[in-house]
């Protein structure tokens, strides 16, 4: 006797929604926003230099977006002497109606570069997400995670909870003992403080101690304020 055929659906495969090789093209890719956030000093701002090199050599456009940047100019700088003209935004600035503004200019945008992400609003990130949800415009924002308290920024808090994807940066950045540095410290008259504004930006202070500057960490040496022995004549680091 002849086994009849099963009428019961065979259940969808886990690869059932990936298309093959050669009809990969036939499917639209959607944007995403991405956040890549570590101490100062680990290369936020050189890697963002790097994706946007990489996006326009293959032809792309983009912006890049920066706000209280150390150099006090709107520019995105890295450390490594790289430096890139961006466009400055404030805390009211619509990220959406920049985007809109050169569309009207007949500028096509396919991504935007954000640096210094952690001074952003909370709306602004919710702005980002819209930008790439709906306008398909991908987004790399690079920031602090937290601030000189240990705080998280209200911009970065939003990011961790909205990005597609969110990458602590690998390149370790050292406390003066010699331990991973994971905080940013404030130093106000040559004493780390807990207690003031949430943003408040300085720059290097190599040859003498700045009234307000700031210093990577351990979080040992952070607890206990201890700055080390050469606390008075090392590079310290600006906020960013």
């Known amino acids: 006797m002849t086994e009849k055929p099963s009428t019961t659906p065979e259940p969808p495969s886990a690869l059932s929604s990936i298309p093959a090789a050669g009809r990969r093209r036939e499917v639209p890719m959607s944007a995403e926003l991405r956040f890549f956030y570590g101490p100062m000093d680990c290369g936020k701002s050189t890697l963002a230099l790097q994706i946007n090199h990489n996006h326009a050599s293959q032809g792309r456009r983009g912006l890049l977006l920066t706000q209280n940047d150390r150099s006090g100019t709107p520019v995105i700088s890295s450390r490594m002497g790289v430096v890139d003209d961006a466009l400055e935004v404030s805390e009211h600035s619509d990220l959406r109606l920049i985007v809109r503004d050169e569309w009207a200019r007949g500028r096509r945008v396919d991504y935007l570069i954000v640096d210094e992400a952690q001074f952003l609003s909370e709306q602004q990130v919710e702005q980002l997400a819209e930008l790439a949800d709906d306008s398909d415009v991908d987004v790399y924002a690079f920031g602090l995670a937290t601030d000189f308290r240990s705080r998280m920024f209200p911009g970065s808090r939003r990011l961790f909870e909205l990005a597609d994807s969110v990458t602590r940066l690998q ?18 008259d040559g004493v780390l403080v807990s207690e003031g504004a949430q943003v408040l930006v300085a720059d290097v202070a190599t040859a003498k101690p700045a009234h307000v500057r700031y210093q990577v ?24």
Request: glycine share 14%.
């Open 217 to 240: 960490l351990c979080r040992r040496h952070w607890r206990s304020g201890d700055l080390g022995p050469a606390a008075v004549t090392q590079d310290e680091l600006p906020l960013g």
């Open 171 to 188: 390149v370790e950045v050292l406390c003066w003992c010699g331990r991973v540095g994971s905080f940013n410290g404030r130093v106000v």
